[in-house]
């Protein structure tokens, strides 16, 4: 069963536009959803995190908002730049299972320039 | 300080038989934790390690298998490989100061061919 459903799958931005990527989970004892970026060869890197105790978290261009009741969060990439252009993936991990995460099934970004 | 390292990075396998694969975690982390990842099925978690003792295991059958030395590094193991387990496999360290809410960093991962 997919705890942590993202989308778009694909999603193509032109320089300087808004990359938005959704994230909805069923599982309210999560309670640590980061997003990671992924280029091609490398593993996946920490872009930014959130806990549900907060709305929106803003890191430079990349900002999480957090919806609790709804159990969704998006990922927002303002200025979206080519180098931007990677597969992002959300996840969520729960405190008392440690390090175990659970991902989205990740989003292919390519921004034009 | 020197990322996680995985050896081997490409691994080419037939069916039946075993892999080991091996990660190094940044120094001073003291948990690791291993993801498989495949087009189908994206990035999925195997096992996590701390102190030599498995602390979570995901949903893979126990043909898969791991184990933690006292220096932190971690080896994973496949057993009777199928071609379903081709795959990248992904190794990621983590300080394990704070439980569970701590970043944890990637290494580049062991991409392993099974013909």
């Not at chain 2, 978690?45 to 006292?70: A, D, H, I, M, V």
């Amino acid at each position: 069963q997919q705890q942590v459903k993202q989308s778009p799958q694909s999603l193509i931005v032109q320089k300087g536009g808004i990359s938005i990527i959704n994230c909805a989970y069923e599982n309210t004892a999560f309670d640590y959803f980061p997003w990671y970026q992924q280029f091609p060869g490398k593993g996946p890197a920490l872009l930014i995190a959130i806990r549900p105790d907060v709305s929106e978290k803003k890191e430079g261009r990349f900002t999480i908002s957090f919806n609790k009741s709804a159990k969704q969060f998006s990922l927002h990439i303002m200025d979206s730049q080519p180098g931007d252009s990677a597969t992002y993936f959300c996840a969520a991990s729960r405190m008392d299972s440690s390090y175990k995460l659970i991902f989205g099934s990740g989003t292919r970004l390519l921004v034009r320039p | 300080k020197a990322g996680v390292t995985q050896t081997p990075r490409y691994l080419i396998k037939t069916r039946g038989q075993q892999v080991t694969l091996s990660c190094s975690p940044i120094s001073g982390h003291r948990s690791v934790s291993w993801y498989q990842q495949t087009p189908g099925q994206g990035l999925q978690f195997l096992f996590e390690y701390f102190s030599e003792t498995q602390r979570n295991k995901g949903n893979f059958p126990g043909r898969f298998s791991g184990r933690q030395f006292s220096n932190s590094r971690s080896e994973m193991n496949v057993s009777t490989l199928e071609l379903g387990d081709s795959a990248l496999y992904l190794c990621a360290s983590s300080l394990a100061q704070s439980r569970g809410r701590e970043t944890q960093y990637f290494g580049p991962g062991t991409r392993l061919l099974v013909l």
